[in-house]
């Protein structure tokens, strides 16, 4: 009998793990796309009363991910125990392969280095937010 509690005991401390990770993931992706949602509505309105050109909007079209990977990857860097680095490579690396895989099968776009090096710029933002992350993480 005590064999059955001791299994079931480290089953649901597994368990129980896996699922705050994927919850702390899950909120990050959330942070991530608010935070695209709120800075793309307020450049669209911006531009919308033609406060900003077309070249500064394009520029803050390539900022906005940039700056909500930064904020995804704070979220679970100040989240996770330890490696920080490592998360926010997990992180971005998840969220780059979603974009690619959204770009070549919906928006159906080539590949081009540009790209490439975009996302890499992404997972680098977001292993940067998340080793922030972790070192703002109260003790």
């Given at each position: 009998?005590?064999?059955?509690?001791?299994?079931?005991?480290i089953?649901?401390?597994l368990i129980g793990?896996?699922?705050?990770?994927?919850?702390n993931?899950?909120?990050?992706?959330?942070y991530?796309?608010?935070?695209?949602?709120v800075?793309?509505?307020i450049?669209?309105?911006?531009?919308?009363?033609?406060?900003?050109?077309?070249?500064?909007?394009?520029?803050?079209?390539?900022?906005?991910?940039?700056?909500?990977?930064?904020?995804g990857?704070?979220?679970?860097g100040k989240?996770?125990?330890?490696k920080?680095f490592?998360?926010?490579?997990?992180?971005?690396?998840i969220?780059?392969?979603i974009?690619?895989?959204?770009?070549?099968?919906?928006l159906?776009?080539?590949?081009?280095f540009?790209?490439l090096?975009?996302y890499?710029?992404?997972?680098?933002t977001s292993?940067?937010?998340?080793?922030?992350?972790?070192n703002?993480?109260?003790?």
């Open positions: 009998m005590n064999i059955r509690i001791f299994f079931y005991t089953e649901y401390l793990d896996r699922m705050k990770y994927l919850k993931l899950g909120m990050s992706f959330i991530i796309i608010v935070t695209i949602l800075l793309t509505f450049t669209t309105i911006l531009s919308y009363f033609n406060i900003l050109n077309d070249k500064i909007t394009s520029i803050i079209k390539i900022i906005i991910p940039i700056i909500s990977m930064l904020i990857g704070f979220y679970i989240k996770s125990l330890k920080g490592l998360e926010g490579l997990k992180l971005g690396g969220f780059s392969l974009l690619i895989i959204f770009n070549y099968l919906a159906n776009i080539s590949f081009k540009k790209y090096l975009f890499l710029i992404l997972i680098i292993i940067l937010g998340s080793m922030i992350g972790i703002k993480k109260k003790q």
